[in-house]
């Protein structure tokens, strides 16, 4: 039987102004009654309770107050009352602002990935300020608390904050990928970084770093992927939502069997799942692919002498010394690093930049080397100084966040292309697209180049993409059919997309859409109704993680924060601060604030 609700204001709960004067009483937050002589509170707002309290604590003292001085006895206390309230209110206001701006810098530290300590330099730089600048707010800025335990504290709330709202994000994906990669840190603790990417029904793509797991034993696949799994389940997230794992080229990441892949694909075969897209970095497939040429016979030169001037301070001071006083156009010669991306064909720019000035300090220095006057070898270097810049050019294309598969295959197909272009055109003597190989064949037109060495380096160079990219090349008509589903082959398509495929073809103004290219925002404006096999499966390919930079991008930032001097910094704190720092969300204060019910200030 449905029950009646109660109405207050029948029963006389509603406060009557009239008992304000009358009992001295005001109405709080519209709750309660206070009384303002005693500050007692009376829970029932009935004029019986209220009366009660009265004229039994207060009749006797107040009942003289009559007329015009009753009124100014009652508006006076309760002008005094208020006074209280809004001092105190004030002083609850102050409070919650000098800890949200502790919370701001905090998060600016861990952004710049500063120590813990720092916090103390850092107010007592505010403090020198506000001093000279507006001394009479010196007390409000000495209440902000950045002690070393105030800033971890703060440190792991706005980690976890972050997380939060990552693991909301994560209820509404339709599809997530995972990239993955593992390195050790200064402490001989190997770091694993799971970064997901998951795409909703909405095709907003967010990319986060989901988890750190810091591994203090062995690292096989099976370690790993028991990390993996403990991350999927942290955020709730299935194995039938899984669309592609992208890692480096490590055994216990790639390996079909053993390592992180195998393990993967094992699990979805055991659940009867289809399997998952796996793909080895982009990035570092295009990078090994120009490792793995053989131009020892420069490199090993370059980087004899490049160590010569730079491992012995007194040669590198005279090296300097001497640029500056021919006035080069360069100041120096860079290190060799093997790995890292850039690193050959910089090398090897500014040492052919430089070697006619090379050759002179070496003379100097009574190390001639009589490769500088060796046009064989000279061809040679200066040929891979335009391959690598090419190599570079398109490295450079493959990396930042965010990038689509589409656009990554495209920019390797595009390069491969290139490279037929730069076979035929050394067959028939054309270096339009080798600057420096074709100023050294300009210099130097009275002499034959022998251009083995050149076709050599470009037919391998077309192997090892041939070879590194064919697991890319066997998705290839679902990468064109996600870029372009106006200009796909129906025959290729997979038979539940087709019917859809042919009501999309016939819409011109979708075509129309399509063409303004903007991809994400094309899919996004399909009706679901209509074409909603074909949104779920460009929202896989849009989940897909072309390749691990993020993970690189954030293993700097690891070694840059766990440095020589932090190497006692906790595995939980390191993730937090990776959480700040590498995410594209910000920690939501007024959610942190809200979890107080004390606002503490420095003492």
């Known amino acids: 039987m449905a029950t009646k609700k109660r109405k207050l204001d029948k029963e006389c709960r509603i406060f009557n102004k009239e008992w304000g004067e009358k009992y001295f009483f005001v109405e709080v937050n519209g709750q309660r009654a206070s009384c303002i002589i005693c500050h007692e509170n009376v829970a029932v707002m009935k004029e019986y309770n209220i009366r009660r309290h009265y004229e039994t604590k207060h009749l006797s003292t107040h ?34 602002s000098i800890t949200r701006a502790s919370y701001k810098i905090v998060n600016r530290m861990v952004e710049r990935g500063k120590p813990f300590t720092d916090g103390k330099l850092i107010k007592e730089c505010i403090i020198e300020a506000v001093n000279d600048l507006c001394p009479e707010k010196a007390s409000l800025f000495e209440n902000i608390s950045l ?50 990417r998951g795409v909703n029904c909405n095709f907003e793509i967010t990319e986060e770093l989901a988890s750190v797991c810091s591994m203090h034993e062995r690292t096989t696949g099976e370690d790993i992927f028991m990390e993996v799994q403990k991350t999927l389940q942290s955020y709730h997230l299935q194995w039938n939502q ?43 497939q295009q990078s090994l692919c120009g490792k793995h040429l053989d131009f020892s016979c420069v490199l090993k030169p370059v980087t004899s002498v490049v160590n010569f001037i730079r491992n012995h301070g007194l040669n590198h001071r005279l090296f300097q010394a001497f640029l500056e006083e021919i006035d080069s156009d360069f100041c120096d010669l860079p290190y060799y690093t093997a790995v890292r991306w850039l690193s050959c064909g910089k090398v090897l720019l500014r040492f052919y930049n430089l070697r006619r000035e090379i050759d002179l300090f070496l003379t100097e220095q009574n190390r001639a080397d009589p490769l500088f006057s060796n046009p064989s070898w000279l061809s040679k270097l200066s040929f891979l100084v335009d391959i690598t810049s090419h190599m570079n050019e398109l490295n450079l294309k493959l990396q930042g966040k965010e990038n689509l598969i589409c656009e990554l295959y495209r920019n390797i197909t595009a390069f491969r292309r290139k490279l037929s272009l730069f076979e035929a055109q050394l067959e028939g003597g054309n270096f339009s697209h080798f600057q420096c190989f074709q100023e050294f064949c300009t210099e130097n037109a009275g002499r034959d180049v022998n251009l083995e060495f050149q076709k050599k380096i470009i037919q391998d160079l077309q192997m090892h993409f041939s070879e590194r990219f064919s697991d890319l090349d066997q998705i290839e008509n679902d990468i064109r059919l996600f870029e372009n589903p106006f200009g796909c082959n129906l025959e290729n398509t997979p038979t539940e997309l087709q019917l859809e495929l042919i009501d999309l073809q016939a819409n ?33 390919m849009a989940s897909v993680f072309g390749t691990t930079y993020v993970c690189e991008q954030t293993f700097s930032r690891m070694n840059y924060v766990k440095s020589m001097y932090r190497t006692r910094l906790s595995d939980e704190h390191l993730k937090a601060i990776l959480m700040v720092g590498c995410s594209n969300h910000k920690a939501n204060l007024d959610d942190i604030l809200k979890m107080k019910h004390q606002f503490h200030t420095s003492h």
């Open 63 to 96: 009942s003289k107050y009559v007329g015009k001085l009753r009124t100014e006895k009652f508006e006076s206390m309760k002008h005094g009352l208020e006074s209280q309230r809004n001092l105190f209110t004030k002083q609850i206001a102050e409070n919650e």
């Open 147 to 196: 002690s070393a335990s105030t800033v971890v504290r703060r440190t792991e709330e706005l980690g976890e904050n972050i997380q939060s709202q990552i693991h909301e994000k994560a209820k509404d994906f339709l599809w997530y990928s995972l990239a993955m990669d593992e390195s050790t840190d200064l402490s001989s603790t190997s770091q694993l970084l799971v970064f997901i």
């Open 242 to 284: 899984l669309r592609c794992v992208t890692v480096d080229g490590g055994k216990n990441m790639a390996g079909k069997k053993k390592g992180l892949i195998g393990q993967i694909q094992a699990k979805l075969g055991d659940l009867l799942l289809p399997r998952a897209l796996s793909i080895h970095c982009i990035i570092h």
């Open 508 to 540: 011109t103004l979708l075509k129309e859409k399509h063409r303004e290219g903007k991809l994400i925002e094309f899919y996004r404006c399909l009706p679901d109704d209509d074409f909603s096999k074909l949104k779920k499966f460009a929202a896989g």
